[in-house]
């Protein structure tokens, strides 16, 4: 019976057999509609990937021999094809992982994944020239708001010296990060293990305010492909992030999970 069937049938009595059937159905295809309200799920997207899922048309080089004036030259030829960023990772759980973010793109084009991510992991692709912004594959990335309104300049102001230059974007990121006084922050920096005695590890300080504009979204998970970003924040216990870092395969559990929940 369809919905409409039962939404428009007409009044009459009903036998209590017959009622409670009607009810049933009725809750069941509640049940159904309730489950296909979209997004399921709200994901934060790291930088890597989105690097990872990048395509890119490019002209790859190959020999070839013409004649000319009847002579054999060689030259070098182009032939259009597509940069994978996957294909050039080594075999093993990263590349396995990796390959699934196609079937993440899949569910968020279908409206099951609301996908988002700040503007200071699209201005870390900013160094990647093969990657095509915020996208996973061909599905658009939503920008957010980071939990606390500000403004930078992208860059140093003054560049290093090129004896001590390593890389002007990360340093003038890094310099930002570190004047961020606020309590949140700061726990997280701990939980993904930017405080490392006197020292601070910028990628994982970079990491944490990620996840910190991952909380204040309200994302339900946060996907990368650090694994080791995932380890560490798992084995913290004091201040936890409220967003579940997940490597793709996660995530399309908990998604398949909550589907049939």
């Given at each position: 019976?369809?919905?409409d069937?039962?939404c428009?049938?007409?009044?009459?009595?009903?036998?209590?057999?017959?009622?409670?059937?009607?009810e049933?159905e009725?809750?069941?295809?509640?049940s159904?509609a309730?489950?296909m309200?979209?997004?399921?799920l709200t994901?934060f997207?790291?930088a890597?990937?989105?690097?990872?899922?990048?395509?890119?048309?490019?002209?790859?080089p190959?020999?070839d021999?013409?004649e000319?004036?009847g002579k054999?030259?060689?030259?070098t030829?182009?032939d259009?094809?597509v940069?994978?960023e996957?294909d050039l990772l080594?075999?093993?759980?990263q590349?396995r992982?990796?390959?699934?973010?196609?079937k993440?793109?899949?569910?968020?084009?279908?409206?099951?994944?609301?996908?988002i991510?700040?503007s200071?992991v699209?201005?870390?692709l900013?160094?990647?020239?093969?990657?095509?912004g915020?996208?996973?594959?061909?599905?658009p990335?939503?920008?957010i708001d980071?939990?606390?309104e500000?403004s930078?300049?992208?860059g140093r102001?003054v560049p290093?010296?090129p004896?001590?230059?390593?890389n002007?974007?990360?340093e003038?990121?890094?310099e930002f990060?570190l004047d961020l006084d606020?309590p949140?922050?700061?726990?997280?920096?701990?939980?993904c293990?930017?405080?490392?005695?006197?020292?601070i590890?910028e990628d994982?300080?970079i990491?944490?305010?990620?996840?910190?504009?991952?909380e204040?979204?309200g994302?339900t998970?946060?996907?990368?492909?650090?694994f080791?970003?995932i380890k560490?924040?798992?084995?913290?216990r004091?201040?936890p992030?409220?967003?579940k870092?997940?490597k793709?395969s996660e995530?399309?559990y908990d998604?398949?999970s909550?589907?049939?929940?």
């Open positions: 019976m369809c919905y069937q039962i428009d049938e007409p009044s009459r009595p009903l036998s209590i057999v017959a009622w409670f059937r009607r049933a009725r809750a069941l295809i509640t159904w309730a489950r309200e979209l997004p399921i994901v997207v790291d890597n990937v989105i690097k990872l899922a990048s395509e890119t048309d490019v002209l790859i190959r020999q021999t013409i000319w004036g054999k030259l060689e030259i030829a182009h259009f094809g940069r994978r996957v080594r075999e093993g759980e590349k992982e990796a390959m699934l973010l196609r993440v793109a899949e569910e968020a084009a279908a409206g099951a994944i609301r996908l991510t700040q200071e699209v201005d870390e900013a160094t990647l020239p093969w990657a095509r915020a996208r996973i594959y061909d599905v990335i939503e920008w980071a939990p606390v500000y930078r300049i992208i102001v290093s010296a004896s001590e230059r390593r002007d974007w990360k003038s990121m890094v990060m606020f949140r922050y700061k726990q997280l920096q701990l939980a293990g930017a405080n490392q005695g006197q020292t590890n994982q300080l990491d944490a305010f990620h996840v910190w504009c991952a204040g979204a994302s998970h946060f996907l990368t492909l650090d080791a970003l560490t924040v798992r084995q913290h004091r201040y992030p409220r967003v870092l997940v793709p995530l399309l998604l398949w909550a589907r049939s929940a």
